[in-house]
């Protein structure tokens, strides 16, 4: 039995939706999205309050809320030396959180949940820019493998239920993503993060060099997080295949581009060194987003303004997040 569509199924504003992992970088711009909407009836809990590595917590959750639409925004996630040296961490915590919110939701009857994967399931040589028909066409990249298994299970669950219990979960492969409430972090956080604060801080402490980790090379395609939520508000509502779906910019920048970027928002104006210790990971990830633009989606936020808007959040928190 093969099932192509997932049933045309639309949230209305007073629908019960439960957003996990709410405090994060896409769990937050989700909420902000739909509060700006006028979603009203919006759940969400925080880690003391409901621990989702806990099935048993889990399932008394989704008994007690029986939440019609599931955003499944909660993640272990992190840059490519935390993936790279808390391998165990990534897979186990990932696996526990999307196993126990996906069976609960087939369970207590969610209309419909959309699950969050990664661009980073895919092969790590595949043809630019990727289509989403390259999953599993090949090797995944070395330093992110655990957590890229750990997402491509996500999918393959969601596929399974909709298959056997006629389900509708749908799944959505974002690209490197930016903005408000992202790790800070310059160990385990995301490039661009990093980079923002390395640059700033190297600016207000008169230092005369940054430095960045690998070749600066690699290319990547990075998208605003309220592009993201709009698309995935728009997915939910919109999208009912059963395949995987890409949500990327259309447009990638080596890592040397972006420092540059970087640099002249901030006010930096010394010298930006490689640090070749530092991994690369995979030299470029650019997805093909084809199929979202014939669902009738497009990007609105250019990696200009969405960096400028990114740093002045920065500004805004830098005294909450370090002093
Ligand atoms: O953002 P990032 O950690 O993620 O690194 P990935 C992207 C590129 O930026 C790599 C370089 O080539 C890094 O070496 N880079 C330069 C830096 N300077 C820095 C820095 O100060 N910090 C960081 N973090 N990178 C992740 C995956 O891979 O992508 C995750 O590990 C996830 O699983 C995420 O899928 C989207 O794109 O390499």
Redesign the pocket.
Known sequence: MIIKKTKAIKMNKKSKIYIAGHRGLVGSAIKRRLEKEGYSNLIFMTRRELDLLDSAEVRSFFKREKPEYVFLAAAK????????TYPADFIHQNLLIQNNIIHDAYLYKVKKLLFLG???IYPKDCPQPIKEEYLLNGYLEE??KA??VAKIAGIEMCQSYNKQYLTNFISVMP???YGPNDNFD?ES????P??IR?FHEAKINNKKEVV???T?K?R?DFLHVDDLADACVFLMNNYYEKDIINIGSGEDIS?NELSLLIGKITGFEGEIINDLT?????LQ?LLNIDKLNQAGWFSKISLNSGLKKTYKWFLDSYDNIYK
Not at 189 to 192: A, G, L, P, Q
């Open positions: 996630v992190g840059g490519i030396l935390a993936n790279n990664s661009s980073c330093t992110n957590y890229a690209t490197n993503l310059l956080s995301h490039v661009v990093a980079l390395k960045i980790w690998g600066g690699p990547r890592i530092k991994p690369d990971g995979t990830k």
